[in-house]
């Protein structure tokens, strides 16, 4: 009995795995509500819906969630916001971060790789990060540890890159968010001879596609984006297993006080992933515009088409699911 017990306790270490295919349903739901409104310049409208369809979904979970990277501060987020609690209330204590539409912009111009995206871990697990800038450098699995360090020069970690890669430099292409504030690093890269892609949001997805460079035909995430989609990405790279270093810029006294309360003793520290995202981690990402990865929603005549990656640390899975749901009017 025992022996059957203990290889019991090994299979289900961790989360509830059931909990995996239960996030699935809580992208898709905000994904389908936000690609209602793709292409409508309205980044606020589409950023609403999302919200609001993913918050529903989340409260029929059986779990005691706590956002805690969610939508921003109570006081302007009415939904979503960090500390606010998700779920039925029975089940176990977990983390949680969100963005229900990441890459409101690009949804609103109807681009490439706007998502809704969700992950789960156990309760502390997850980095509480404030809503500031973080710098960011991802990889994608089967390298060193060393291959890469946010201290060093670009053209550096290119070259590591490159050379862990076993291809020239101008093989490589980094993936990089397209403002002013890049001017100096993408100079950096383009003299390496490496190339750069670009984008103008949605540095969650940029960071998950590194994951897979023959598909996407990204090696390399670098620059500055947001904390919260950098706990997001860390929490999918634990998954997939890709590395992953961020910093918090905390420029500020205000800021550096405002992280010294959500637990952040060190500004200066370098976040790897398995310290922004511990313990098992559940992730789900579904396409609201077309991308890389993943296909946008599609509404046929008769039913609409969702395409979600869902990840578990502790298995290391990586599903990718297709569904077609016919009873419309639940959306
Ligand atoms: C990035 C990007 C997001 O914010 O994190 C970015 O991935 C950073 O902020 O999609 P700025 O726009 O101020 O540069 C988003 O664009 C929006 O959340
Ligand atoms: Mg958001
Ligand atoms: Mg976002």
Redesign the pocket.
Known sequence: MSKIMNAADKISAGLDRVLTMELVRVTERAAVAAARLRGRGDEKAADQVAVDAMRTELNRLAIKGTVVIGEGERDEAPMLYIGEEVGTGKGPAVDIAL?PL?????CAKNLPNALAVVALAEKGSLLNAPDV??DKIAIGPGYAADVIDIDAPPAENIARLAKAKGVPVGEVTACI?D?P?HARLIEAVRGTGAAIRL????????VIHTTDPEETGIDIYMG???????VLAAAALRCTGGQMQGRLILDTPEKIERAARMGVSDPNKAYRADEMARGDVLFAATGVTDGNMLSGVKFGRNFITTHTIVLRSSSRTVREIKARHQDLDKF
């Open positions: 963005d990441e890459g409101t912009t690009i800038y973080m968010l403002r504030r984008i103008g949001d949605g540095d969650v997805a940029g500055i984006g947001g904390a919260p989609e950098g």
